[in-house]
């Protein structure tokens, strides 16, 4: 019974407009597209993950800088960065 009605589908006509072979290269060009996209979001994000890591490790070092001195850290740049860090980014969407 299973197999009737997979050859009753098989046999039936495909729906007008369609045509198989360009419904395919149309998916596949698609897919393309979404890959070169996620490639673009991904250099985007590793490259603000490596610019805010650089300017965290320089604040660290700061602070480290300071303390040796004999400085205190208020903590203010710290809960400054926090506030800020609640605030989404503004450029984390792009129009590809």
Aim: with cysteine; proline share 3%; glycine share 6%.
């Amino acid at each position: 019974m299973l197999l009737a009605k997979a050859e009753a589908v098989d046999k039936a006509d495909v729906p007008d407009g369609m045509s198989i072979p360009g419904e395919l290269e149309r998916r596949e060009e698609r897919l393309k597209k979404l890959a070169d996209a996620r490639a673009k979001i991904e250099a985007r994000a590793s490259e603000r993950f490596a610019r805010e890591q650089a300017e965290y490790e320089a604040k660290i070092a700061a602070r480290e800088v300071g303390a040796a001195l004999g400085r205190e850290c208020l903590g203010l740049a710290t809960r400054r960065s926090v506030r800020l860090a609640l605030v989404p980014y503004e450029l984390s969407v792009w129009n590809l």
